[in-house]
């Protein structure tokens, strides 16, 4: 009996786990000059989320009656439709962005 299950056990294959897909770097944007706008188009149902790293930004949604301001450390998140208006309210402002689920 003992032979059986070493014999099953040798050629039975492991179980394999499905490798994870490869994370793509999150978009950032360094150095943002005082002034400068970054534009956003989304479509109905789109989340964008922009973090701020550095400095402080101006931030204005089409159809959202509130401006924000973007601090370092501070997430806002932003859903569609409309146009997503980021500027620079100083010099080297730093933020990244995602598309949320």
């Not at 040798?10 to 994370?23: F, K």
């Not at 989320?49 to 089409?62: F, Q, Y």
């Not at 370092?72 to 439709?81: E, I, Q, R, T």
Request: aromatic fraction near 6%; include cysteine.
């Amino acid at each position: 009996m003992t032979d059986i299950l070493a014999d099953k056990a040798t050629t039975e294959s492991p179980t394999r786990v499905p490798a994870r897909p490869p994370v793509a770097p999150m978009p950032i944007c360094t150095g943002l000059p005082q002034g400068e706008l970054r534009t956003w188009r989304l479509s109905a149902g789109q989340t964008l989320v922009l973090t701020g790293w550095k400095g402080h930004a101006w931030v204005t949604m089409e159809g959202d009656l509130g401006d924000y301001v973007l601090e370092p450390g501070s997430s806002l998140d932003f859903v569609g439709p409309g146009l997503l208006v980021l500027q620079a309210l100083e010099a080297g402002v730093v933020y990244d962005w995602n598309h949320g689920a």
